[in-house]
């Protein structure tokens, strides 16, 4: 009978998040343990009652991500932006401009790269730039075993954004949402989520005052349905930054800290970290800063960031 308790506990915890409900669940299953010819009817029921709390409480919850702020992030703030950045900026400032000669501003924006290469970062400068209020959601958000619940969930952020001047609506490994469907997936609520996500894309085609960016890391995966035009027009890759951008982001987060090595310093330093994402580079400043606190030292020398570097590099 442990079996059934340990089976029954597990779905408990894939399908019902919800804590409180979890609880009595698991305070209900001594009466798995004692099920019999007699009491099977009563613990039926009682196992049915539970799940359908447990579903209530699951579709009424709302993804605790979605969020509406802007970021005061600046093109100055992030080295090497591509160009492509830039131009949809523009077109997004001055649409009417553009409009005057026929153009339509692209609907859909897809930032793709490695993870720690900005892609929150840059949808968080366009949106800052154009004055935009800035929704944020993740994919995952979306992903709901419940019908109903993630297109619902996905109308509700396209509805909030569209009440906006202007609005920009960033959903971060969009992939969660917009792998390739197949021929198991055609009918369920992940193909249903999809489905919704298309459809809103394609709902306000002529509203010149939404910006929808998608980021992901596998690009290979998404459905083609997302790259059609009209949804997400641009493709634009984030990779890891040049030596020049590196240098940038050294001296941008060493300014935030009690630094005592000059700009050679941070040169060889970027010289010395190829490959390396501005995450990963921003993690090298704080460790560095950490070295320095170690030694209770109120100054942190470039002999710390190399010491730092040393160590992320093992790991």
Known sequence: MSKVVYSFLVSALVFFPCQAVLIDIV????????????????VVE???????????????????????????????????????????????????????????????????????????SVARVIAHECGAQFFSACGSEFVEVYVGVGPKRVRELFEKA?????????????????????????????????????????GFVHSENL????????????????????RFDRIVRIGVPSKEARLAILKRYCAEIPFKGDEASLDRLATQTEGWSGAELQNLVNEGAIRAARRKSSEV?????????AALKRH
Do not use: W
């Not at 910006?211 to 790259?227: F, K, S």
């Open 301 to 309: 020398q470039e002999q710390d960031l190399l010491d730092a570097k």
């Open 46 to 120: 009682k196992v049915y009652a539970l799940f359908d709390q447990a579903k209530k409480a699951g579709a009424s919850s709302e993804p605790e991500t979605v969020q509406k702020s802007a970021s005061p992030l600046r093109f100055s703030d992030l080295p090497g932006m591509p160009l492509e950045v830039r131009e949809i900026v523009d077109f997004f400032k001055d649409s009417a401009s553009y409009a005057l000669v026929g153009a339509r501003m692209p609907r859909g924006i897809l930032l793709f790269g490695p993870p720690g290469t900005g892609k929150t």
């Open 162 to 202: 569209k009440k906006c001047e202007k609005a920009v609506i960033f959903i971060d490994e969009i992939d969660a949402i917009g792998g390739r469907r197949d021929e198991r997936a055609a009918g369920n609520e992940y193909a249903n989520t999809l489905n919704e996500l298309l459809n809103q894309l394609d």
């Open 27 to 42: 305070q209900d299953l001594a009466l798995l343990a004692e099920i019999n010819e007699q009491n099977r009817k009563a």
């Open 211 to 230: 910006l929808v960016i998608g980021a992901t890391n596998r690009l290979d995966i998404l459905d083609p349905a997302l790259l059609r035009p009209g």
